[in-house]
């Protein structure tokens, strides 16, 4: 008789061939260990769909930086990639801008200390009876006048990397640059803390005010995207809440698990999908924007099917078996009908009923004997 597969710790007692009649496997210590089992359930019928997707960041959680002002690229401080801190300089340019708002702060600056001075002289001869009330309210409204321009160019230019502190309270700008007039450099700064997802710049470019792209994205990355591309015959199928099954290329072996929480209402014009949105959280940093992901979306069926381990069916001259454990050593095959197959169960019609124990490791092995 010849036997298909054979290890040499597990000996068995081989029947006759072609006989259908249980075979019993000697009861040796190494019995137990060498096949496994599982149990076949009677549940509902479940589809499995499956989708591509891709891992995104969260665009509630992500600051987009677009120039405000034209120059060329200095420096640049931030790697695609790097952790930065809030008020991080990302980038220095040197800017005509920055200068010409600087100006506009020193001559607004230059004409409050000339109104404030005519004021508190006017002031001075009202008391001595030699200016007229009419000169005391003219020179206050100037001073108020040249104030609020002055506050106007401090704000601009404090909007554009100048002088953070100055004005009628504190005498002026205490930035060493703003202040000299030699360095009309504009600092990009982070307004958040987190990750440089993006990264547009890099030294010696020139930069426009009016360009689209932004030139840094930032997002903490502690939640993630991952849109999935629903094609329109499964489009139907798909709703809020559904549970799905994540799995990416860099972590074959892991399983991200999440919920729908959001299905676009547009079809892409060019691809003809429909994008869905699952949140995941992302603690531990694993998932990175731009990584590809299958998406496994599992539908439950009002009918009840025999579900068994897909590792235990077997297919053998255009048919499939499993091997049915009957107790003490005892195995049947058993011929079955497969309905479908997904990832988790293979729904089956069969001579079997739930709670019966099939053979899923060594499954093949025990088939042979039984059918040689």
Request: glycine letters at 6%; proline letters at 4%.
């Amino acid at each position: 008789m010849k036997i298909k597969h054979c290890i040499a710790l597990l000996p068995f007692v081989l029947l006759a061939a072609c006989s259908q009649k249980p075979a019993e496997a000697p009861k040796t210590k190494d019995t137990d260990s060498a096949f496994r089992t599982d149990t076949v359930q009677l549940r509902n019928y479940e589809q499995e769909l499956q989708f591509t997707g891709q891992v995104s960041f969260d665009q509630k959680q992500v600051d987009r930086i677009y120039p405000i002002v034209s120059g060329n690229v200095l420096e640049v401080n931030a790697e695609l990639g790097a952790y930065v801190k809030q008020g991080q300089v990302l980038a220095k340019l040197q800017s005509a801008d920055v200068s010409q708002f600087l100006k506009e702060y020193n001559t607004a600056k230059s004409n409050y200390d000339i109104a404030k001075r005519n004021a508190e002289n006017v002031e001075q001869l009202y008391k001595t009876k030699f200016s007229s009330e009419n000169d005391l309210v003219n020179s206050r409204k100037q001073l108020e006048i040249a104030s609020s321009e002055l506050e106007r160019s401090q704000q601009v230019l404090k909007m554009y990397g100048g002088p953070s502190n100055g004005g009628p309270s504190n005498g002026g700008p205490s930035n060493a640059n703003a202040a000299s007039g030699n360095q009309p450099l504009f600092l990009v700064k982070a307004p958040v803390s987190g990750y440089v997802v993006e990264r547009n710049v890099n030294p010696n470019m020139q930069i426009r005010s009016d360009n689209n792209n932004s030139l840094f994205t930032i997002s903490n990355l502690s939640d993630v995207w991952v849109l999935i591309n629903v094609y329109e015959s499964d489009i139907q199928a798909v709703k809020m809440g559904q549970s799905v099954d994540i799995t990416t290329l860099a972590y074959p072996d892991k399983t991200f698990h999440g919920r729908i929480e959001n299905i676009s209402q547009v079809v892409d014009n060019d691809s003809k999908v429909v994008q869905a949105r699952v949140v995941l959280s992302n603690q531990n940093g694993l998932l990175k924007p731009d990584m590809f992901c299958t998406v496994k979306m599992h539908l439950e069926k009002p009918e009840k099917l025999l579900a068994v381990n897909p590792k235990s069916v077997i297919f053998s001259e255009d048919k499939y078996f499993v091997i049915r454990d009957n107790g003490k050593g005892k195995y049947e095959s058993v011929p079955v009908e497969v309905v479908r197959s997904t990832s988790k169960f293979s729904y089956v019609k069969a001579a079997l009923k739930n709670g019966d124990q099939i053979v899923t490791e060594g499954a093949l092995l025990l088939f042979n004997e039984l059918t040689d």
